[in-house]
Structures are given as structure tokens and as C-alpha cells.
């Protein structure tokens, strides 16, 4: 294993949750990610420097795609806004 990405805890109907992790494997890319129950985790250097950091950092490929969806967001938000001052102008 390379590094813990993430944690998360899913709902269940039956008691305490299980804590998962989401795992890089060394060699592979972020398409081979995957989420790991706790009791299946045997990497205390890992863990010891995800709980380091203090909060889950997504992979790699999200952060980029979330970024550019932000950013197109501004943009329609400005396109919006100036549109928006045209038609008060107009009026």
C-alpha cells in the first residue's frame, strides 16, 4: 500500500459502523483506489500518517476535475452577473 486517501463510515441498520479506508496501492494509479474495512487494514505507518494530517485529501484525478467544475462555475456565475448589469442598465 502506498498511502490512506480517505475515511468514511457507512450507514447500517445492524449497530456501530465500521470504519473503511479509502488505499492507493503502490504501483497503480487512481483508478485501482479502493475502500478497505478497518478490521482488513494492516499498515500502521500508513495510518499513523493519514491520522497525521489530520483530514481526508481526495485522489489525485477528483481534485483536478473538482477544480475545473469550479472553475466553469465562476465563469457562468460571471457571464450570469454581467448579463444580469445589462438588463438593469436597459431598464
Not at 25 to 31: L, T
Not at 45 to 67: H, M, N, T, W, Y
Request: cysteine-free.
Amino acid at each position: 500500500m502506498e498511502a490512506i486517501l480517505g475515511t468514511r463510515r457507512p450507514r447500517t441498520k445492524e449497530g456501530p459502523r465500521p470504519r473503511w479506508y479509502l488505499v492507493r496501492f503502490k504501483g497503480y494509479g487512481a483508478e485501482h483506489d479502493e475502500w478497505v474495512p478497518a478490521t482488513r487494514l494492516h499498515a500502521p505507518v500508513a495510518l499513523k500518517e493519514f491520522l497525521a494530517r489530520g483530514r481526508a485529501i481526495p485522489p489525485a484525478g477528483d481534485v483536478k476535475e473538482r477544480e475545473e467544475e469550479r472553475e466553469e462555475k465562476r465563469e457562468e456565475e460571471r457571464e450570469e452577473g454581467d448579463s444580469r448589469e445589462e438588463r438593469e442598465k436597459e431598464k
